[in-house]
């Protein structure tokens, strides 16, 4: 018998009328004699009602009080399941992640799977059992709940399909499939049959939330194919494989936007070795994530300007580290915190010239300065003013024919 992994998301069981269409749906594989291992999110919005929880008992809340708190709302969604199934007439419990146990490692609040325990599950499954697995958490090697970044149940699922040799893992979510742009954002994005997991992994990066970026990374190094569909609406949804079984002649696949950037801009630094390392070492060090980073030519070989974009969350705390560094000699420092960043991503680009080209001059052609630049093989990123992030991404939709049928 095969074994499948289907994993809900927070907005595949939010409500209690929601719990019930997932459990038919369990259901439904149970009956075509599959294996059925479930993964489970929180109920869309407690995890962010609890992260809320934290920060009002304090400004410092202790990173492993964390995960214990933030880990909760996918105990609650698990048991909902399983009482379901139960009531239905089916086997079936839900499982914490300690009690499999899902081992991490690495710190709280960001850890990674790094071995699953089999037996206890597989004993469950061969005696008929469903097995609802809270998606998110783990345990550390000091028996401390662990949890592995927001989003992070895309990895459980993934991770779990690895470790039990899984036929199939599906990702349930409420839309139809990965689409060219978030579908919630632009009427005319189109589903996207099948999509590579470089590109998946730009687009859910540049952001796509759709997926986790870490559990696109752990599908590619374990080659694990996941299907990406609809809890609500019966129909084919996005294949993620590897990029030699797809055939296609897109340039660009999808479009992805960001939100809540900001862009910091150091005017007169000394071009000399080191600066650059004496501006970011702090900010690493305090786990602030750099983004975008464009550097000047020097005119005069002494003095430069440096740009860098952050999340605008960070900015705050940027500033003083930067105010605050004594090492560091500028002319004038600006932030910027309306800004957005847009990316066209398509594997097709490699072999493809002109690309650049033709987003550039889409943009201009609507009037939108582009502020900063990033490049990779697959994808090309500008940094816009936020209130153009809309008509920008309408005008390179269409420019790349992504509005087109497939
Ligand atoms: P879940 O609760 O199932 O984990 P998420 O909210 O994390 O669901 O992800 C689904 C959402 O991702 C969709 O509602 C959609 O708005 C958003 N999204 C962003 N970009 C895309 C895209 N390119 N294709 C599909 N959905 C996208
Ligand atoms: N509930 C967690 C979060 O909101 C994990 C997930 O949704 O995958 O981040
Ligand atoms: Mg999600």
């Known amino acids: 018998m095969k074994i499948v992994v289907l994993k809900f998301g927070g907005t595949s069981v939010g409500t209690i009328k929601k719990i019930k269409k997932v459990a038919d749906i369990i259901a439904d594989y149970k009956k075509k004699k599959y294996k059925v291992i479930v993964v489970s999110s929180a109920m869309s919005g407690v995890t962010n009602e609890l992260i809320k929880k934290s920060f009002e008992i ?66 469950y499954l061969n005696n008929g059992g469903i097995p609802i697995i809270t998606g998110f958490q783990g345990i550390n090697n000091e028996n401390r709940i662990t949890t592995i970044g927001r989003g992070g149940s895309d990895a459980s699922a993934i991770l779990i399909a690895k470790f039990f040799k899984a036929e199939r893992c599906i990702i349930y979510t409420d839309v139809e499939g990965v689409f060219t742009t978030d579908p919630n954002k632009l009427k005319k994005a189109k589903k996207i049959k099948e999509i590579s997991y470089e590109e998946m992994l730009e687009m859910a990066s540049l952001g796509a939330k759709v997926m986790q970026p870490v559990s696109i990374q752990d599908a590619r190094l374990n080659r694990i194919n996941i299907e990406v569909r609809s809890s609500f609406i019966k129909k084919s949804g996005t294949l993620i494989t590897k990029r030699s079984n797809i055939i296609n002649n897109r340039i660009v696949t999808g479009i992805s936007c960001t939100q809540n950037d900001s862009k910091v801009s150091l005017i007169g630094v000394k071009d000399k070795p080191g600066v650059a390392a004496a501006i970011f070492k702090p900010l690493s060090k305090n786990l602030i994530n750099v983004d975008m980073v464009v550097q000047n030519i020097s005119a005069n070989g002494k003095e430069t300007d440096l740009t860098f974009t952050i999340k605008t969350e960070d900015l705050n705390k940027t500033k003083k580290i930067i105010q605050q560094n004594k090492n560091l000699n500028y002319r004038n420092l600006i932030f910027e915190k309306n800004v957005s960043k847009i990316s066209v991503i398509g594997v097709g680009m490699i072999t493809t010239p002109g690309v650049t080209f033709r987003m ?27 209130k153009n992030t809309q008509k920008a991404l309408i005008a390179l939709h269409k420019e790349f024919k992504l509005d087109q049928k497939k």
């Not at 709302?73 to 300690?98: D, N, P, T």
């Not at 630049?373 to 090309?380: L, N, R, V, Y």
């Open 58 to 123: 304090s400004d410092n809340f202790s990173y492993s009080e964390y995960d214990v708190l933030v880990s909760s709302g996918e105990q609650v969604a698990c048991s909902l399941i399983a009482g379901r199934l139960i009531h239905k007439g089916y086997k079936s419990r839900s499982w914490l992640s300690w009690q499999v146990p899902i081992l991490t490692v690495g710190v709280h609040k960001n850890s990674r799977i790094n071995q699953i325990n089999r037996s206890k599950i597989l004993k």
């Open 360 to 386: 550039f001059q889409t943009l201009a052609n609507k009037g939108i300065n582009i502020k900063v630049i990033s490049t990779s093989e697959i994808k090309i990123s500008v940094l816009i003013d936020k």
